[in-house]
């Protein structure tokens, strides 16, 4: 679905997003806030847009998106940095290897998103960075009413006009009203044993961006992990057939 809409990406998101796009691309690069010589992971890059906006900073940034196509448009349109087909839920890189990592509007479209959380804190280093920038739920009510309305009605008619492949796009619209809202995000990232986690809403709330850090202290750490296997043995438990 995502090969299809490669070629117009851009230019339909800019659209459909009433120009914000570039604003909350701003936002979500100054609370990265890379800085040279770190290493940043910018998952679901897309056609490269938002790492290219890292990768001005000085950082060396490295993108990543299941889709062969979307990646495909990224080495062309930014030849100079690196780009690398792979799957949010499996990352291809070892424990505590980035100062940062983002993700940007993908993370509704990973099948297990707290598997895929719990890749971004693996491959953190302690004391590092996530910053996840998302669609999200407006909190006042008349606002959250008219943007629904506009999911349901006015984006499918846009894209129909935009994209190389509209229905990709309604897609896009019953994803948004599927996922948890600001606070039920954050609870997420704590669960994955984030910590320092806040959000703050950009466009009234129909973008929320929220940040977290792999805690720094052994203890913390330590007892993170603790609660990971706990967490794993349990699952493991209720699966195995009964004698």
Request: aromatic fraction near 8%; charge should be positive.
């Amino acid at each position: 679905m995502f090969d299809g809409v490669a070629g117009r990406y851009d230019l339909t998101n800019a659209i459909l997003s009433g120009g914000n796009a570039p604003l909350w691309r701003i936002a979500t690069t100054k609370a990265v806030d890379p800085k040279p010589g770190e290493r940043v992971l910018d998952v679901a890059c897309g056609t490269g847009t938002s790492t290219a906006s890292l990768a001005k900073r000085g950082a060396r940034v490295i993108g990543v998106d299941f889709s062969a196509g979307m990646i495909e448009q990224a080495r062309v349109r930014h030849p100079e940095l690196e780009f690398i087909e792979a799957d949010a839920m499996a990352l291809p890189f070892g424990d505590d290897e980035f100062d940062a990592v983002t993700i940007s509007f993908g993370l509704r479209n990973v099948a297990d998103p707290h598997a895929a959380l719990a890749e971004f804190y693996r491959v953190l280093k302690p004391g590092g960075r996530i910053v996840v920038c998302e669609f999200s739920s407006p909190p006042v009510s008349i606002v959250r009413a008219g943007y629904l309305a506009y999911l349901r009605h006015v984006l499918p008619t846009i894209a129909r006009g935009t994209s190389s492949n509209h229905e990709a796009y309604r897609y896009l619209g019953e994803s948004i009203e599927a996922w948890p809202d600001q606070a039920e995000l954050a609870r997420w990232l704590r669960r994955a044993g984030f910590a320092r986690v806040a959000h703050r809403n950009l466009t009234v709330g129909v973008v929320a961006l929220h940040r977290g850090r792999k805690p720094e202290d052994a203890a913390a750490l330590a007892s993170v992990t603790k609660r990971k296997r706990s967490a794993t043995t349990r699952t493991r438990t209720k699966a195995a057939p009964a004698d």
